[in-house]
């Protein structure tokens, strides 16, 4: 399972404690922060896209939504989410889970602004039942992200 993955990844930094297992689903915003008892902005949401030949992921706040024009100007292409039935096959993770960590080989992860209003926030961890707490600096080392971009709209 993608949450064992998630695990052993962050046992390497004494952190798999930190992950925290729902008995309800966390698969969307609404539900993680339900179950969390937070604000749906201060879920980390991650995006699956293909563009050409390279699968991508996006970490944004629970309240942000891509804004194609900005998309298209950063990407060069018209944003394209992967298929439901794909998700867990390219990205590692299946959708409810989508995670930036412990992510398939050559997967590119990349951090929307949106999440930088916030000390920390509540990104999954490879299931749908599932999230960890991090600060944006622990986001940052621990996504092996490329590149902070701006591409979503609605949380401003």
Not at 15 to 38: G, H, P, Q
Not at 124 to 151: Q, T
Request: hydrophobic share 40%; with cysteine.
């Amino acid at each position: 399972m993608a949450i064992d993955r998630v695990k052993e990844y962050f046992r390497q930094f004494n952190m798999e404690n930190r992950i925290i297992e729902f008995d309800v689903s966390s698969a969307t915003v609404d539900l993680a922060a339900e179950a969390l008892n937070c604000e749906g902005k201060r879920i980390g949401k991650t995006l699956s896209f293909q563009v050409g030949n390279d699968v991508i992921l996006i970490l944004t706040a629970g309240d942000a939504k891509i804004d194609n024009s900005k998309y298209k100007k950063f990407f060069g292409t018209k944003a394209k989410m992967l298929a439901f039935e794909d998700a867990e096959r390219l990205t590692g993770h299946a959708v409810g889970g989508v995670c930036p960590f412990a992510v398939n080989e050559g997967v590119k992860v990349f951090l929307d602004v949106s999440i930088k209003r916030f000390q920390t926030i509540f990104p999954a961890c490879g299931s749908s039942n599932s999230a960890i707490e991090l600060s944006i600096p622990e986001v940052e080392e621990h996504s092996h992200y490329l590149e902070w971009i701006d591409v979503c709209k609605g949380w401003e």
